[in-house]
Every structure is written in C-alpha cells, then in structure tokens.
Nanobody, 127 residues
Framework: QVQLVESGGGLVQAGGSLRLSCAASGRKFSTRGMGWFRQAPGKGREFVAA????????YYVDTVKGRFTISGDSAKNTVDLQMNNLKPEDTAVYYC????????????????????WGQGTQVTVSS
C-alpha cells in the first residue's frame, strides 16, 4: 500500500518561506512522478509543481515560478517543495501525489495522472 505523508506546513507572514516535505513508502518510486497540488477554501484542486525522478524534469504553475522549487531524493523516496516569497494567495492545503511515469510525464499538471495522494498540510500566509 502506497503511503504519502506531508509535513512542514504552518503560518507565515507574506514574504516568508516554508519548506514542505513528502515521505513516500510502499512501492518502487523510480518509475513514478511526484507532484504537489493545493486547494484553497471554496476552490478546486490546483497543480503547483511536479518532478519526474527518472530524468529530473520539473514543472511549475506560472504563479509560483521563480518562488517555489521542487526537489526529490529517489534514494530516500522524499520530495520537497521550497516555497519562498510567499503571498496570501498561496494559502491552501497542499497535497503530495504520485503517479506512474507513463501518465505524469504526458500530463504532469493533471490531477488525474496521479493515483496516490497524501492527507495534505495547511499553509497559511498572512498579509
């Protein structure tokens, strides 16, 4: 059974930084992609960033480019999201997800490409 456990969320002032971590277990992850999504109150789930462990390719939504960095350690099965210069509009529950490379490399921004999800961690940015 695949398990994804997020950590690192919290409350931060605008302009501050947070680092989210996701620990994955339960299967071989070298052939899978990892992604971060977020969901703000009253809104749908939004793609944030993704990484493919097989070749290190990364993807970002335009609103976080230059501020967020996704990185992964395939040996430890962990993926992190470094978030800098946070803005109030970044406030959301952040979810870690994993999907087969065959789907995540074709559609890294699509939630449907990911078949396992973590429970989420709250990020709140105050103005």
């Amino acid at each position: 059974q695949v398990q994804l456990v997020e950590s690192g969320g919290g409350l931060v002032q605008a302009g501050g930084s947070l680092r989210l971590s996701c620990a994955a277990s339960g299967r071989k992850f070298s052939t899978r992609g990892m992604g971060w999504f977020r969901q703000a109150p009253g809104k749908g789930r939004e793609f944030v960033a993704a990484i493919t462990w097989s070749d290190g390719s990364t993807y970002y939504v335009d609103t976080v480019k230059g501020r967020f960095t996704i990185s992964g350690d395939s040996a430890k099965n962990t993926v992190d999201l470094q978030m800098n210069n946070l803005k109030p509009e970044d406030t959301a529950v952040y979810y870690c997800a994993t999907g087969d490379n065959r789907y995540t490399r074709l559609r890294p921004t699509a939630a449907a490409a990911y078949d396992y999800w973590g429970q989420g961690t709250q990020v709140t940015v105050s103005s």
